[in-house]
């Protein structure tokens, strides 16, 4: 088992920049994909960015490119969202989760690829 706690989030104004923070517990984390997802309110889960075990692959949504930048250090069992240049649309509870047999070793954009959950950091940007 897995369990995976997300820290970092806040309250930001446009602009600004914030670095989430996901803890992960468990001795195989250093060979699990890991992903970033958002879920603003009426919305469904939507994908961000991940990264593949060994920090050479990485996939980002649309949304993200240019302005985020996923991360991780497999010796503290910790992966990382740097989202800079935050805008209101940004505003979301944002999820990191892990993929323990990640495809041909490639991190995923499918929520469905990912077996484990965080509890989710809110981050609301104000205009």
């Known amino acids: 088992q897995v369990q995976l706690v997300e820290s970092g989030g806040g309250l930001v104004q446009a602009g600004d920049s914030l670095r989430l923070s996901c803890a992960a517990s468990g001795r195989t984390f250093s060979l699990y994909a890991m992903g970033w997802f958002q879920q603003a309110p009426g919305k469904e889960r939507e994908f961000v960015a991940a990264i593949n075990w060994r920090d050479i692959n990485t996939k980002y949504a649309d949304s993200a490119k240019g302005r985020f930048t996923i991360s991780r250090d497999n010796a503290k069992n910790t992966v990382y969202l740097q989202m800079n240049s935050l805008k209101p649309e940004d505003t979301a509870v944002y999820y990191c989760?892990?993929?323990?047999?990640?495809?041909?070793?490639?991190?995923?954009?499918?929520?469905?690829?990912?077996?484990?959950w965080g509890q989710g950091t809110q981050v609301t940007v104000s205009s």
């Open positions: 989760a892990a993929d323990r047999h990640p495809a041909y070793g490639l991190p995923s954009a499918y929520p469905a690829r990912y077996d484990y």
